[in-house]
């Protein structure tokens, strides 16, 4: 997979015009901005990390999560996802013309991953819920396999909640924090890049936990801090700042999980695009190697033949910057 199979080059212009847009009005509400503790493991003891786009990030001394610190509140957060200029964008033009591709190379794989751990768990049918639905295509993906007998989108963000219902997802249009089912509760939760972006993923974490049954999985994705391109990027990361206020890694995804009563199955980063990154980054961004003779070597002199290999190693070794945990209730 390449990163142009899921963002075309031509709307990198664009989509950085809207994103830049949309910061200045999450910015507006600087003063109101909160201090947290680590998002991870609760404590506060932590050091400053970076500042990026005039949000500045602290690692825990504790577990290692990156995470932003003051930071929007949860109602700004909300504003801002439901009004983003950046999202309706993504809905309109970047969705629909990569859909073919992200269905091939993410979400048929990902659709697939998830089936095996429901049978390792004896889960063979039931209900599923996405919560973060966005364009729909995990959803209808999911719903074309009839594993499951009903799939359920949660997606507060106006725009992309009516694609789904075109896409005939059943739709819950608010966030999970306010979902409350009577008659049903879930045998699998799944969320991708959702963790990242929120005010407080234990909340989060939780309140998917109430509409999960007893056995049920909560299958997650979002970005690892501990990956390839973001430790050697850091804040220069695509995966780092503006929207992710939240950066987990292996260990302390595990932390999270536990801490609000599940049990972690697994933690894989299947994530494949991770050199490329850096590789960009280096040609195109100029991107300081100079001190990094191998890894320059690696990325830029032996691209062709040793890019994919590099990329499988990180993938398999805990060491992409994509990350993909499985917890039991």
Known sequence: MKETDIRDDKYAEKIKYYATEDKKVLMKHEKDFVKVSCPACGKLDANFAFIKL???????????????????????????????????????YVFPTSEKA????????????????CKLSGIKSGTLIEVGAGFGTFCEEVKSRN?????????????LAESCRKKGIEII????????????????????????????????????????KKGGLLVLSCPNMFGFDTLVLREMSKSVGGEHINMFNPESIKILMQDCGLVALDVKTPGKLDAELVHKAIIIDNFNMDDQYFLKHLLVDRWDDMGDKFQKFLSDNLLSSHMFSVAKK
Do not use: M
């Open 102 to 117: 992200r269905r091939e190379k993410i979400f048929k794989p990902r659709v697939d991953l998830l089936i095996k751990y």
């Open 147 to 159: 594993f499951f007998k009903r799939v359920i989108g949660i997606e507060p963000i106006p725009d």
């Open 173 to 212: 249009e608010k966030p999970v924090e306010e979902v409350k089912l009577k008659s049903i509760k879930a045998d699998v939760i799944a969320s991708f890049e959702t963790l990242e972006h929120l005010f407080n993923p234990r909340d989060f974490i939780l309140s998917c936990s109430k509409l999960l």
């Open 54 to 92: 005039r949000i500045q990030y602290l690692e825990c001394n504790n577990c290692r999560t990156i995470y932003a610190s003051p930071r929007p509140t949860q109602e700004i957060l909300k504003e801002y996802y439901q009004k983003s200029k950046n999202y309706q964008f993504w809905n309109k």
